[in-house]
C-alpha cells in the first residue's frame, strides 16, 4: 500500500482564522482511490518548520502532497523551502513562466515581480497544470519520495488534484488497489441503527465490499467501496441488498438533497407546491427556493408565526385554534388546506411545533410538532417529537416535511422510521 | 514565547469523514492568550505513529496538547500511546475511576469494562477534569514538555479547554504575555477595505494593538489584540478609532448576528416586522425566526416568488409588474407595502432579484436585485448588484435587507458602503 502523507502550510492555518477543509478534500479523493492517509502535518509560514518536515515527512512517505505557500507573496515560501531542502537551486521555469505570462495576458495584468516568483522553482522538478489560477504547482522527487506541490486556494486545488495528480497515481496503482465506490443519501435512519439492520439481516456481509457513513446533517450518506478487481456480481447484489433494507428512506443516488430531490420530481411532473410553516419559520421555502429550477414548482410560501396570521392569510378557523392550540394537527391540517387553496399549488406541506427554548407545556413540551402534507385531494398529519436545539430542530423538521412530499409524490406506501422513533410519548 | 504544538488523533480525521473544527477551537483559545500554535500534527489510530509522534513532539514543544483517543472503545488507545511513550505503566488512576463511577451513576449505566479502560492511566498523571462527558483528560511531564491529553467530542473539549486548562497555563505565562481581545461584528465592509482606512487614518497605528479579521460569511468580525499590560489608554483610544472608522457599519460588540440584532431591536421598542420575499424565498424570515424570541417581533412573512403571488397575496399592482418588471424597485416597494397592510407589521422589508444561474437579462443581469425597506410612513428602494452563486447572492441579499431595517430603527443617516460599491451599472 502507497504511504502518502499531508504537509499543510499556512499561518491562517495556525492561529483559528479558517477551517482546514482542503485537506479533507485530500483525504476523500484518496480514499475514492484506497489510499488512506498516513499522516496529516500543519505549519505556519516558516521557513525552518517547512524545510524541518519536508525532509522527516519525505523519508517517511512515498507520496508527500504538499497544499499551500504557491502564491506571489513573500509569505508564500514552498518552492524555496523545497529548494534548501532538497539542494536543488531555485530557478525560472521555462514552462512555468508560460503558464504566469498566460495568466496576466488573459486577465490583462502586467507582469510583476510577485508573478515571476510563482516560476520561480526548484532546478529539476516537473509543472504540475493549475487549470484555473496564476500558481503553477510542481513535483520533485526526494529520498525516494514523490512531493507534489499544491495551490491552497480550494478551487485550484481541487481542480488540480481530479484532473492532474490523482490520475497520474491512480495509474501507477497496481489495479488491484484501485476502488469503486457507490454512494446513497438517506433520511430517516442513522449509523447505528443501519449498521445493526445490516447486522442482522446479513451476518456474513463480505469482507471485500467496506460499508461506510458521512454524516451530512439531516441525510447520512451510505458508501459502499471496494477494490476494483472485487467480483462486479458480489457488489452489485451488495448494493442491491443495502438498497433493500434502506427502502424508501433514500432520498437520492446523486448526491441531492431532499429539496432538490423533491423539485426535480415536481419539475418531472410539472406540479407545483406551496408551504404554510410557522416553527421553521420560512426554511422549507428558502431550502426548496435555494434550488435552482424551483420557480417552476414553487409560487408561494407563508410564514404564519403567529395566530392571527394563521386564521387572515391561510384561513385557520378561529375555533380550532382555540379549541386545539396552535401546534394540533388539525391547525396544520386547516393551514395546508388554506394555502394549498391561497395558492392553487398541488402539493403542500405544512408545520407548526415549539422550537424553544421557551414555550413548552407538560403536553406539548419543547420539540413538539405538528406536520400536514398533501393535496387536494387529501391531507395527511402527524405529531412527532425531536427535542434539539432551536437551529438543529427547525432544519431536521423543514428536511421532514419535504420527505413526506418526496413520499408521497413517488407514492410510497410504508411508514417512515422516524414515525415510531420520533413519536411523542403522552404522559402517563 | 511558549512553544505549544497539538497532536490529533482519529482514523475519522484522517479518512475525511470529518472537518477538524477541533483545531481551530484550540488555535483559536490559545491566540486569545497570545500564544500561536508552532505544529499541529494528525495521525489515525495507529499506535506506532502514535507514540512516534507523542516523543517527537515532546521533544520540540514546551506544551503539547493531544486531543482524542480518550474513548472506551479499543481505536481510542492515547493513554496507552503515552504509558509506552513515557514509560510509565497503565494504572486504574483512583480519581479518574471516581469520576467515571459517578458518570455512570448519574446516568443510570453499568460500570462496564469499556469504562473502566478510561480510568486506566500512565501513572503519575494528573487529572484534567471534564465537566461534561465520561473520559477524564490527564496530563504528564515528558521531555521536559508538558503533555496534556483532551477528549475528541468538541463540548467536551471546549468546556475542559476553557476552564481547566487555559486558566492553569495563563496563570503560568508571565504577565506581560497575557492579551486582551476586543471585537466587534461588522456588515459591509471588506477586510482589504478596513485595512486601507486603517492604514490611510493611522499611518502610525501603534505596533501594540494588532488589528486582525475573520470572515464569518457575509459579516467580518474585526479584532483588537493586546499584551495586558499595554496602556489601556491606548487600547481604548484604538477601539474607539476603529469605531469610529466603522461607524454605521458596526452591527455588534457582542457577537450577535444581523438578525439577532434586528430582533434585539425590534423587540426593546415593542415593534414588529413582516418580510416579502422573492429570490431570498424565505430566507429573511428563516433568519429571523432562527433567533429565540422571535415569535415577540414576527407575525407573519411572504414568499412570493411567482407574478401572480405578488399580486394576490400582497397585492402588487398587474400593470407595475407589466411595465417594470418583477426586479424592480417599483413592485419591491408595492410588495413592501402590501405586506405591511395585510400584516399590520411595523416595519418591512422586501427584496426581488435573479438569483441565477438563469434568467438574466441584458438590462438586469444575474445577480441583480431590488430591496424595498421601511415603515408605514414610508418605504425606500434601492437596486444593488451582487453577482455570485445562488445560495451566496440569497445569504447576501437576505443580511443586506436585514441590516438596511437595522439602520433605519437604529436611524442611521449615511449610506452603507455597499450602495456605491454594489451598484448596478447602467450599460453604456
Not at 388546506?337 to 422550537?355: N, P
Request: hydrophobic share 40%; proline share 4%; net charge negative.
Amino acid at each position: 500500500m502507497l504511504n502518502v502523507q499531508l504537509l499543510l502550510t499556512g499561518n491562517e492555518l495556525m492561529s483559528g482564522d479558517i477551517v482546514d477543509t482542503n485537506s479533507v478534500f485530500i483525504a476523500r479523493e484518496f480514499k475514492n482511490l484506497g489510499i488512506e492517509l498516513t499522516r496529516k502535518v500543519t505549519v505556519g509560514d516558516n521557513m525552518q518548520l517547512l524545510t524541518e518536515q519536508m525532509e522527516q515527512l519525505s523519508v517517511d512517505a512515498d507520496i508527500l502532497i504538499i497544499n499551500g505557500g504557491l502564491g506571489p507573496t513573500v509569505d508564500d515560501m514552498t518552492a524555496q523551502a523545497l529548494s534548501e531542502t532538497t539542494k536543488n537551486a531555485l530557478t525560472l521555469h521555462p514552462t512555468a513562466l508560460e503558464q504566469v505570462k498566460a495568466w496576466c495576458v488573459k486577465r490583462s495584468y502586467r507582469l510583476t515581480g510577485p508573478n515571476l516568483k510563482q516560476a520561480l522553482l526548484p532546478s529539476g522538478c516537473e509543472i504540475v497544470n493549475n487549470p484555473i489560477g496564476s500558481a503553477p504547482g510542481f513535483s520533485i522527487t526526494h529520498n525516494n519520495c514523490q512531493i507534489i506541490c499544491t495551490p491552497g486556494v480550494p478551487v485550484e486545488l481541487k481542480a488540480m488534484l481530479r484532473d492532474e495528480i490523482l490520475p497520474n497515481i491512480a495509474k501507477q496503482l497496481p489495479e488491484e488497489l484501485q476502488t469503486v465506490t457507490q454512494k446513497l443519501k438517506v433520511f430517516g435512519i442513522g449509523e447505528s441503527g443501519l449498521q445493526k439492520m445490516v447486522n442482522e439481516t446479513y451476518p456474513d456481509w463480505p469482507e471485500e465490499i467496506e460499508l461506510g457513513f458521512r454524516a451530512t446533517m439531516p441525510l447520512l450518506e451510505v458508501k459502499l467501496t471496494s477494490r476494483s478487481h472485487t467480483s462486479s456480481i458480489l457488489r452489485d447484489e451488495c448494493y442491491s441488498n443495502i438498497k433493500g433494507l434502506l427502502g424508501q428512506h433514500i432520498v437520492s443516488e446523486n448526491g441531492n438533497s431532499i429539496a432538490a430531490t423533491v423539485v426535480e420530481l415536481l419539475n418531472q411532473q410539472g406540479k407545483t407546491i406551496t408551504t404554510a410553516e410557522s416553527c421553521t419559520g420560512g426554511m422549507i421555502a428558502a431550502q426548496l427556493t435555494g434550488i435552482a429550477g424551483s420557480s417552476n414548482v414553487f409560487e408561494a410560501g407563508f410564514v404564519t408565526y403567529s395566530n392571527r396570521m394563521k386564521t387572515k392569510l391561510v384561513n385557520v378557523n378561529q375555533q380550532t385554534l382555540e379549541q386545539f392550540g396552535a401546534v394540533s394537527e388539525q391547525v396544520v391540517k386547516e393551514m395546508a388546506e388554506g394555502s394549498l387553496a391561497v395558492s392553487d399549488a398541488d402539493y403542500v406541506v405544512s408545520v407548526s411545533g415549539i422550537a424553544g427554548p421557551d414555550g413548552g407545556t407538560d403536553d406539548k413540551p419543547v420539540g413538539t410538532v405538528c406536520i400536514a402534507w398533501g393535496d387536494i385531494n387529501q391531507v395527511y398529519t402527524k405529531t412527532l417529537y425531536f427535542p434539539s436545539h432551536r437551529i438543529h430542530f427547525q432544519n431536521y423538521i423543514a428536511n421532514t416535511g419535504l420527505d413526506l412530499i418526496r413520499r408521497l409524490i413517488l407514492g410510497h406506501a410504508d411508514q417512515p422510521r422516524y414515525f415510531v422513533e420520533r413519536q411523542l410519548k403522552p404522559n402517563a
